[in-house]
């Protein structure tokens, strides 16, 4: 069964950084893309970057072009994400999200491809 725990969250001051971590277990995750989305109070899911495992394929929401950074280590089997000159419009929990149908599909931003989520973990920019 596929597992995915984050970590790496916290308060912190805008203009600062965080580096979020994604473990995942249960399976091998060749064929299937990393997916990293944010969700603010009374606002809905939305996409922050995604990866491809295997072809090392990145892709990112205008909001995290040039601050945001995804990664991999495929021996771990770990996503990162490096996030900073940090904003309060930041704060929201993030969750890691696998899924192999975004490689057949390639709606790597579509929430509703990915079938397996993390429990997510907060990140809160103050001003």
């Known amino acids: 069964q596929v597992q995915l725990v984050e970590s790496g969250g916290g308060l912190v001051q805008a203009g600062g950084s965080l580096r979020l971590s994604c473990v995942a277990s249960?399976?091998?995750?060749?064929?299937?893309?990393m997916g990293w989305f944010r969700q603010a109070p009374g606002k809905e899911r939305e996409f922050v970057a995604a990866?491809?495992?295997?072809?090392?394929?990145?892709y990112y929401a205008d909001s995290a072009k040039g601050r945001f950074t995804i990664s991999r280590n495929n021996t771990k089997n770990i996503v990162y994400l490096q996030m900073n000159s940090l904003k309060p419009e930041d704060t929201a929990v993030y969750y890691c999200?696998?899924?192999?149908?975004?490689?057949?599909?390639?709606?790597?931003?579509?929430?509703?491809?990915?079938?397996?989520w993390g429990q997510g973990t907060q990140v809160t920019v103050s001003s």
């Open positions: 999200a696998t899924s192999a149908k975004v490689d057949r599909s390639g709606s790597y931003h579509d929430s509703t491809q990915y079938d397996y």
């Open positions: 249960g399976r091998t995750f060749s064929n299937y893309y």
């Open positions: 990866i491809r495992w295997s072809a090392l394929r990145t």
